[in-house]
């Protein structure tokens, strides 16, 4: 059974940091694309950055860029999204997402229809 995990969310005050983990189990993910999304009370699920199967290639939403960063460890099976100079506007539940199909080294993907497996979530919450 796959189960993606995520963990490392929590209350911080604005300016400040988390990082986000999201351990993959139940097959491995090393050749797939990976994302992370939220969603927010009352709005729909976005996009906040995706990363290609090598780590080469990423994507980010344009209010989060130069603040966060995503990146992946393949040998554990891992992604990560390290979220600098937090704001309010960034509370949401932050669920990561994984691809069933291999992709190639470049290939990175913004839309929540791309993707076949996802986490339950963790809460991140800024406060002002």
């Known amino acids: 059974q796959v189960q993606l995990v995520e963990s490392g969310g929590g209350l911080v005050q604005a300016g400040g940091s988390l990082r986000l983990s999201c351990a993959a189990s139940?097959?491995?993910?090393?050749?797939?694309?990976m994302g992370w999304f939220r969603q927010a009370p009352g709005k729909e699920r976005e996009s906040v950055a995706a990363?290609?199967?090598?780590?080469?290639?990423?994507y980010y939403k344009d209010s989060v860029k130069g603040r966060f960063t995503i990146s992946r460890d393949n040998a554990k099976n891992t992604v990560y999204l390290q979220m600098n100079s937090l704001k309010p506007e960034d509370t949401a539940v932050y669920y990561c997402?994984?691809?069933?199909?291999?992709?190639?080294?470049?290939?990175?993907?913004?839309?929540?229809?791309?993707?076949?497996?996802w986490g339950q979530g963790t809460q991140v919450t800024v406060s002002s």
């Open positions: 990363i290609s199967w090598s780590g080469v290639w990423t």
């Open positions: 997402a994984a691809r069933r199909t291999g992709d190639s080294g470049s290939d990175v993907y913004s839309t929540a229809r791309e993707y076949d497996y």
């Open positions: 139940g097959r491995t993910f090393s050749s797939n694309a």
